[in-house]
């Protein structure tokens, strides 16, 4: 496969069970009554996906009969007459759109209308649209890798169901087709290579080819300790395609299981494993954590008993934890993120964190804004993370964090994660979950540096959260939170000295004191009338004790990592892009983020966030 139609597979939502975005965007047509010339049923042990991809709930069966597609999150389209489909529309310039429509699972409504009431006119109706599409785009093992393609596996699916309706030797042909293109064209290791292989699988099934069967389950074979690690985690690096690719793999096994195939080895074993991480990615409120490309209302997975209270995947860089799995208990949960590079449906995320109390995310993550929306890519950036960045933006990317330490005891959750940044600065997290108050805690330290660089900690809120900052000093300031549910927190930031600069201020105050000591032995030998001599004496231990402070505080001065902290707070800003989190595809909210600034040597932030 091509990089350029790889990075653009990746674009397209995965739309098996209907998406938040679709749902929330699209209305949804009432299907029109059928009409009934005879009771049919869908095959005894049929190998169908009577989902057809997710777009059933979005094409009505009135819709399908006249020639309209709806492809989430648009609106419907005349797309057809009479069977005969123009494939070469594309009324949104949307590369989303035009996979979906090539799929053919819109047309779904039809075969659901032929298995309930037999009416032969709605299968003949599909029949015509995939004969359409199979005549006007025919495929083989040479056909080019274009992005549009992407969903064959899909329309393979759909064809298969064709076929055990009604067997004809077209849809065997271009079955076949089909099934030559996906073998030389695999999408790899991620949730397109799944369905790819599960598609040819079904269509060995159907027209009882054992070379089709054992092509994809060698290849499922190869996918599934990747999609599902050892621990349970999902390689997607999204908390929505985590459970995403746990359905499809479920379907998966149905496939094996309907077609009288041996299960995958391990499978059953991964799917329960990663059924408990994808509950632990589950907020109390039962809405997943906004973690990669998930959107804001995906929602989760209740756990299983004996699911204990939190738990790290350290293969692919996840943590969670919680105070209670009871809703009654008022319970709090938190995320942190950290090990491979970005990649699938990833963000620049290592070391952010989120965090949900008192029936409310207090910090959260802004989502995905979608597949083609213009502002996805700062949605992906460290920019929207709850990260420490260095320097530029580009600086906060990093290959690779690494998980120092790890320790979870009844009462509290600790982890230290170390992430390369810019050249030789490397950022160390430590971050501690305290589950009797909900309370969170970040300290980020960094190498030292020649000289002074910006350091940005952030911290992204919910829309509508009511922000007060009060400044202490110069190294500490404090946040009041209220949440639109009238939740409150308080989130409190510092900067202490460290290392060498905090082995120069000691010495300084040492310093200090020795002058003190000598100014005092002064003042009385001064007050007692002491002998000159003496006098004299003490006069030479003030003067050099006075010399020395001065010493020491230009090596304080010299040594100093740290600048004074500024704590801003930033909403619904365009230009630089900040201050935003996602009500779905394309629809982004205005919503704070704090802004934590210093310019330091070697950073030393310490940010507790403490529920009220």
Request: charged fraction near 20%; charge should be positive; include cysteine.
């Amino acid at each position: 496969m091509s990089v350029l139609a790889l990075s653009l597979a990746l674009l397209v939502p995965a739309v098996a069970t209907p998406r938040a975005d679709a749902a929330d965007d699209v209305p949804v047509t009432p299907a029109g009554p059928a009409v009934t010339t005879a009771v049919a049923q869908a095959p005894p042990g049929s190998l169908c996906d009577h989902s057809y991809s997710g777009l059933v709930p979005h094409n009505s069966l009135d819709d399908v009969r006249a020639g309209y597609y709806t492809g989430p999150p648009f609106q419907r389209v005349k797309v057809a007459v009479d069977g005969d489909v123009d494939w070469t529309l594309d009324p949104y310039q949307s590369l989303q759109w035009r996979m979906w429509l090539d799929t053919l699972g819109w047309a779904g409504p039809l075969l659901l209308s032929y298995d309930r009431t037999g009416n032969r006119a709605d299968l003949e109706l599909a029949m015509a649209y995939a004969r359409d599409y199979v005549d006007d785009q025919p495929m083989d093992a040479s056909t080019p890798d274009l992005p549009v393609l992407q969903q064959s596996s899909r329309r393979l699916h759909f064809l298969s169901c064709l076929y055990e309706r009604d067997p004809r030797p077209w849809i065997a042909e271009a079955m076949e087709g089909t099934v030559d293109f996906l073998g030389v064209h695999w999408a790899g290791l991620y949730n397109h290579g799944l369905d790819q292989d599960n598609a040819i699988v079904v269509a060995g099934c159907v027209l009882d080819r054992d070379d089709w069967i054992e092509l994809g389950r060698r290849r499922l074979s190869t996918i599934l300790p990747v999609s599902i690690d050892d621990e349970g985690a999902t390689n997607e690096q999204s908390s929505a395609y985590s459970k995403y690719t746990y359905h499809r793999w479920l379907a998966a096994q149905t496939t094996m299981s309907r077609c009288g195939l041996p299960p995958l080895p391990g499978l059953a074993e991964r799917l329960a494993a990663n059924y408990a991480f994808n509950a632990h990615a589950t907020r109390p409120d039962g809405i997943l954590t906004p973690i990669g490309d998930t959107y804001p209302t995906d929602r989760g997975d209740v756990p299983r008993p004996g699911t204990p209270l939190s738990g790290v995947w350290v293969q692919n860089g996840w943590a969670f934890g919680r105070s209670s799995w009871s809703p009654s208990d008022n319970p709090s949960h938190f995320s942190l993120r950290f090990g491979p590079g970005r990649q699938i449906h990833g963000h620049a995320d290592h070391g952010s964190v989120t965090l949900y109390a008192n029936g409310s995310p207090v910090i959260t993550e802004p989502g995905s804004i979608g597949y083609t929306d213009t502002r996805r890519f700062w949605f992906r950036t460290a920019s929207a993370k709850n990260v420490l960045k260095i320097g530029a933006s580009t600086c906060a990317r990093s290959t690779h964090a690494r998980l120092l330490s790890s320790a979870r005891t009844a009462t509290k959750d600790r982890y230290v994660v170390e992430t390369p940044h810019c050249g030789s600065t490397v950022a160390r997290r430590a971050v501690s979950y305290t589950r009797g108050t909900g309370a969170l805690t970040v300290n980020d330290t960094t190498s030292a540096q020649s000289r002074a660089t910006p350091r940005q900690q952030l911290w992204h809120l919910v829309p509508g959260t009511a922000v007060t900052v009060r400044r202490i000093d110069a190294y500490r300031s404090q946040v009041r939170l209220t949440m639109p549910n009238g939740s409150t927190a308080q989130l409190v930031t510092t900067s202490d000295r460290r290392g060498a600069s905090a082995r120069a201020a000691a010495a300084l105050e040492s310093a200090k004191t020795r002058l003190a000591r000598a100014e005092r032995a002064l003042r009385a030998a001064v007050r007692t009338k002491a002998r000159p001599v003496a006098t004299k004496a003490r006069k030479r231990a003030v003067t050099k004790a006075r010399a020395e402070v001065r010493a020491a505080r230009r090596k304080a001065i010299v040594r100093e990592d740290r600048g004074a902290l500024q704590v801003s707070v930033v909403t619904g800003r365009t230009v630089p892009y900040q201050g935003w989190v996602s009500a779905g595809s394309g629809n982004p909210v205005p919503a704070p983020v704090i802004v934590v600034s210093q310019s330091a040597k070697a950073a030393n932030i310490t940010t507790t966030i403490t529920p009220g």
